[in-house]
T-cell receptor, first 113, second 115 residues
Framework: GENVEQHPSTLSVQEGDSAVIKCTYS??????FPWYKQELGKRPQLIID?????GEKKDQRIAVTLNKTAKHFSLHITETQPEDSAVYFC????????????FGTGTSLTVIP | GAVVSQHPSRVICKSGTSVKIECRSL??????MFWYRQFPKQSLMLMAT?????????EQGVEKDKFLINHASLTLSTLTVTSAHPEDSSFYIC???????????FGSGTRLTVV
């Protein structure tokens, strides 16, 4: 099955700096890669996603890049704000498994004011 | 937008008892529901996939007799933790696809504590 690895597990940045979180996946059949933000005890919230037919997608301060050849994708948050502090999960969805998600291990992001 | 309502949000039960968690799709039909478990400071681990009108599919290592999943209608999927033990204490969360291929919505999660 799919195996998603995520790094780093924790990340602290100063407010205004950029944050980058990286994920790798194992199944070349995966074709959908969402990123979720989860605050403590709450449901994950989709913040951005990318499909395998594009290499980059941007939404205001958030961008995601995908390298299908290397099987890795990254989340980039620019001009970080304290409210960006949360746990971020990447996920991959293999084409042939009924759209199940396999999540990365999570990154706890702390933005220091 | 599409909403999955999950109840209860928190439950404390005694060892040996059973707990039922419900996920209802409020404004769409959920033919499929994914059930995840999340331990503190860890990722969401897929437990099983329920499909309306058929048996659930369990991930490797998940005991189907302990975690009973029923998808009785297009708007309701339930997870019953049977004979709960302290090690079953976790955050359980459901998720349903809302578009043909990629859109998902998550329930609000259930914090289960077994004492």
């Amino acid at each position: 099955g799919e195996n998603v690895e995520q790094h780093p597990s924790t990340l602290s940045v100063q407010e205004g700096d950029s944050a980058v979180i990286k994920c790798t996946y194992s199944d070349s059949a995966s074709n959908y890669f969402p990123w979720y933000k989860q605050e403590l005890g709450k449901r994950p919230q989709l913040i951005i996603d990318i499909r395998s037919n594009v290499g980059e997608k941007k939404d205001q301060r958030i961008a995601v890049t995908l390298n299908k050849t290397a099987k890795h994708f990254s989340l980039h948050i620019t001009e970080t704000q304290p409210e960006d502090s949360a746990v971020y999960f990447c996920a991959a969805s293999p084409r042939n498994t009924g759209n199940q998600f396999y999540f990365g291990t999570g990154t706890s992001l702390t933005v220091i004011p | 937008g599409a909403v999955v309502s999950q109840h209860p949000s928190r439950v404390i039960c005694k060892s040996g008892t059973s707990v039922k968690i419900e996920c209802r799709s409020l404004d769409f039909q959920a033919t499929t529901m994914f059930w995840y478990r999340q331990f503190p400071k860890q990722s969401l681990m897929l437990m099983a996939t329920s499909n309306e009108g058929s048996k659930a599919t369990y991930e490797q290592g998940v005991e189907k007799d302990k975690f009973l999943i029923n998808h009785a209608s297009l708007t309701l999927s339930t997870l019953t933790v049977t004979s709960a033990h302290p090690e079953d204490s976790s955050f359980y969360i459901c998720s349903a696809p809302i578009t043909l291929n990629y859109g998902y919505t998550f329930g609000s999660g259930t914090r289960l504590t077994v004492v």
